[in-house]
């Protein structure tokens, strides 16, 4: 069950949705919203899975909405707009989809039918890294092949910064934040930018050390002095400098795994 938020200004449209989602199943609307305001509050309370964004609401616009929301907290978007022109700025800001008003039945159905394969296929990747964590095991078969390494480099993750490239040692890594299309790599009061994926950054990492607490947080697990539970079922991840870092729902039990302890 995928869970859903609606943001439209008008009630006539949240109803729509309601219906057209009610009709396809398989989602559980957990809120609606009439302004921005109203909906960047809403997704950081429920963290839907998806939401159904107008462009044009009093106060923030839907674009501001997204902006607002830090990429570990924004849900997968499609915008809904009166006008087609809005859709090239969708797609910049990572939209999965947009709808044109009035929306077409046959439409809906192909951008939600789009987005729950998106949403599905991302959780089963979860899924598949957290049983490998907790076994232990890649099998040759599987495992993503990486570039070959110097000894001397294998603890260290190159980092291209403004014409020099930075070796940062996995050890000195705090935690690592996905940005658009790009990684941020922290470690202390500094942090670098690196065109990478975190599914790659995993892979070059390679060390149980490290472990993914949300699509778009990999933490150290040396640095967690403290993991607090939150409404909603994720948790707040506590490091030793005071940063605070949350923990989603599906990967909860990758670290009770680890820890052998409830979080």
């Known amino acids: 069950m995928l869970r859903a938020i609606i943001a439209d200004d008008e009630a006539l449209g949240r109803r729509g949705i309601v219906s057209r989602l009610a009709k396809a199943g398989g989602v559980e609307v957990v809120a609606q919203c009439s302004n921005g305001r109203q909906t960047i509050e809403a997704v950081r309370q429920f963290?839907?899975?998806?939401?159904?964004?107008?462009v044009q609401m009093p106060g923030i616009d839907g674009?501001?909405?997204?902006?607002?929301?830090n990429p570990d907290e924004c849900p997968h978007v499609i915008f809904v707009t009166a006008h087609d022109k809005h859709a090239v700025a969708a797609f910049e800001v990572h939209a999965l989809d947009y709808l044109v008003k009035p929306?077409?039945?046959?439409?809906?159905t192909e951008a939600l039918r789009r987005a729950s394969e998106t949403i599905r296929r991302e959780r089963d990747g979860d899924l598949g890294r957290r049983v490998r964590a907790a076994i232990g095991e890649l099998s040759a078969e599987t495992a993503p092949v990486a570039p070959p390494v110097s000894k001397a480099m294998a603890d260290r993750y190159a980092v291209r910064d403004r014409g020099k490239v930075v070796f940062v040692r996995h050890a000195d890594i705090d935690w690592v934040g996905a940005e658009g299309d790009?990684?941020?790599?922290?470690?202390?009061?500094?942090?670098?930018?690196?065109?990478d994926t975190l599914s790659g950054?995993?892979?070059r990492l390679g060390s149980r050390r490290f472990m993914r607490i949300h699509r778009s947080?990999?933490?150290?697990?040396?640095?967690?002095?403290?993991i607090r539970s939150l409404d909603g079922g994720d948790a707040a991840v506590i490091l030793k400098d005071g940063t605070e870092l949350r923990m989603s729902r599906g990967h909860r039990d990758a670290v009770e795994r680890l820890t052998g302890s409830k979080v």
């Open 47 to 54: 963290r839907p899975d998806l939401l159904f964004l107008d």
């Open 63 to 69: 674009f501001g909405v997204v902006r607002a929301l």
């Open 103 to 108: 929306i077409d039945d046959e439409r809906f």
């Open 182 to 195: 790009y990684v941020r790599l922290h470690s202390g009061p500094k942090s670098w930018l690196s065109r």
């Open 201 to 203: 950054v995993e892979r």
């Open 217 to 226: 947080t990999i933490v150290n697990l040396d640095r967690v002095v403290e």
